[in-house]
């Protein structure tokens, strides 16, 4: 048999997963509407433009993580279903290119959705950005998305044969993620400019996102075939 | 005759639970095996074994040349594994699963298109949503993604299950035609009328272990 390699696997599984998401169009009419929904109560609750203006860049991250739990549950629902995940792993099939395959869809669907939530969230609570500072926004964007993609589809994997697999996914990986949460908030506070700070300021934090999101991928490469198997 | 399959006094361990006591077989190349015993017997946890899903506690386990206490992970490849759920994508229609699965194997267009023929799954059920399909139409799609895989040894646990008459019919035929292929088969089944249907050897399980 002329099997793929890790990269034609990974190439198959993305478009699988985004073919599926298309078909079910869950993120469009379920997580973005729940997102922006999260950020439409943060202004009620906060109910001050000063405070908001403040707060604008951390908001932004909660809504975008907790939208990952719904975007990693949702990938591997359509792979557990039916027994997918584990006929993957019986025929042989390269799960390092699955873990990749599986991440690059999540991070496309996560990217997609940050870009609808950052515009909300800056229109919603006001905030003015300068261009170098949307430039710093877009990378910080990118390696918060390496980050929560890895992580998410990483831990996902490991329970993805458990029960409770809805509540148990925030409460393993919440804790995992709080660097991201940390310095993404961080980086996009330097791009807005809030309290003082400058894009310079932001730097340190966008190199943290990628450390994390090197880590993870790598973790995740090397550790997936036996996670999915526990 | 060279042997696909040899087990030899093998032990398989869930937690605890011995899902195979000492279990004993041999299957030739290109043979049909129906394994036959009550739930709880132990024949999912056999074919399980068989496919380098679980791994032996004791004894020896030797598929396709490969030991699997030792070498587990490279029989998959060569194993086409159809167990109580069909592994298919519900979301998607059973053509994309047969693209899928064939893809990931190397296959062409050509070789997914005959498989899909072959399993009866043209037009309208071609391009129809797995997950809107009866029982019976998933179980020929599954069936048509591992003849895309050309699989060296087919492992189907109730095969047969939720077919009607036809389908059960159509489903023996394939199996008879990949049999003289090459392929080796074993399925799992409490039809004992099935084994007769098929030309095929049949072994009884009871208590994690083969009892003739």
Redesign the interface.
Known sequence: MNSLGTGGVAWHVAMKDLRIEWRGRVVINQVLPFAALVMVAFAFALDSDAVLQRTAGGLVWLATMFSTFLIVQRSYAADVDDGALESLRAAGIDMQGVFLGKSLAVMVELFLLQCVLVLVGFVLYDVQMSLSGWGMLLVTMVGATLGLGFVGVLYGGLIAGAGYRETLLPLLVLPVVAPVLLAATRATESAIGVSGLTIADGWPWVGILFVFAGIFGLGGLLSFDSVVEG | MSAVIELHDVVALYGSHPALAGATLRVNRGEIIVVRGPNGAGKSSLLRLC???VAPSRGTAVVLDHDLSVDR?????????L??????????SAA?NVQ??G????ASAAEMSEAMQRMGITNSLATR??GSMSTGQ?KRVALACLVT???ELWLLDEPHSGLDASGRDELDEVLRQAANAGATIVLASHESERAERLGARVVSMSGGQVVS
């Open positions: 496919a380098g899903l992970d490279r029989v998959g490849k060569r194993v086409g594994l167990g109580q759920r069909n592994g298919l994508f519900l979301d998607l994309e899928f699965w893809q990931l194997s190397g949503r797995v998933r895989r050309r699989a």
